[in-house]
Nanobody, 115 residues
Framework: QVQLVESGGGLVQPGGSLRLSCAAS????????MGWYRQAPGKQRGLVAT???????NYADSVKGRFTISRDNAKKTVYLQMNSLKPEDTAVYYC?????????WGQGTQVTVSS
């Protein structure tokens, strides 16, 4: 098992940037896939970005070229750098770890993009 704690959310103006962090309770070196998902009010939770233990990344079309996912195994942390933020990026962002055929989730962090 693994516990995940997100941080770094907040209120930002359109065009601004934020970096989200996801701290894990154990080594992430062997976790096959970690990622970020988001859920806006009235919508289902959806993929933002994932990263494998080998460093391969995958992004939702809506964030390609603006968001970057990375992982620091030594710090047991996964990051999501978000640039050129838009109001439609407003959502609760959740960290995910896929391990032993099970999904583990953090509690989420709110990101609000508004002027």
């Amino acid at each position: 098992q693994v516990q995940l704690v997100e941080s770094g959310g907040g209120l930002v103006q359109p065009g601004g940037s934020l970096r989200l962090s996801c701290a894990a309770s154990r080594s992430i070196f062997s976790i096959p896939t970690m990622g970020w998902y988001r859920q806006a009010p009235g919508k289902q939770r959806g993929l933002v970005a994932t990263i494998t233990s080998g460093g391969s990344t995958n992004y939702a079309d809506s964030v390609k070229g603006r968001f970057t996912i990375s992982r620091d195994n030594a710090k047991k942390t996964v990051y999501l750098q978000m640039n050129s933020l838009k109001p439609e990026d407003t959502a609760v962002y959740y960290c995910n770890a896929y391990l032993h055929a099970a999904n583990f989730w953090g509690q989420g962090t709110q990101v609000t993009v508004s002027s």
